[in-house]
Nanobody, 123 residues
Framework: QVKLVESGGGLVQPGGSLRLSCATS????????MSWVRQAPGKGPEWVSS????????SYADSVKGRFTISRDNAKSTLNLQMNSLKPEDTALYYC????????????????WGQGTQVTVSS
């Protein structure tokens, strides 16, 4: 009964900002590493960022490093992604997930996935 509900996406101009949130339930959130994964039109899933259970270890894909910030609130069982200086190539459906997908490619056939939230960056 793991549930992951992403929100906060929308349409934004290049250079703009969005803050994504993921509300979770059905598992002990504080026991899991968490990741953000995205899928652009016509492409496979791409790992974006990961954060360790206590928030001490954080990693980003090279494509978003310096622009995105991942965070978590274990008391509220929520995961967040602050996205600044957005580019058209950031356009994708964004998902949160349990686990660290930095070195293991994300696979929608394995694990639990929510509905995602759409981010569109366009003039």
């Amino acid at each position: 009964q793991v549930k992951l509900v992403e929100s906060g996406g929308g349409l934004v101009q290049p250079g703009g900002s969005l803050r994504l949130s993921c509300a979770t339930s059905g598992f002990t959130f504080s026991n899991y590493d968490m990741s953000w994964v995205r899928q652009a039109p016509g492409k496979g899933p791409e790992w974006v960022s990961s954060i360790s259970v206590g928030g001490r270890i954080i990693s980003y894909a090279d494509s978003v490093k310096g622009r995105f910030t991942i965070s978590r609130d274990n008391a509220k069982s929520t995961l967040n992604l602050q996205m600044n200086s957005l580019k058209p190539e950031d356009t994708a459906l964004y998902y949160c997930s349990r686990g660290d997908y930095q070195f293991t490619p994300p696979n929608f056939d394995v694990g639990s996935w929510g509905q995602g939230t759409q981010v569109t960056v366009s003039s």
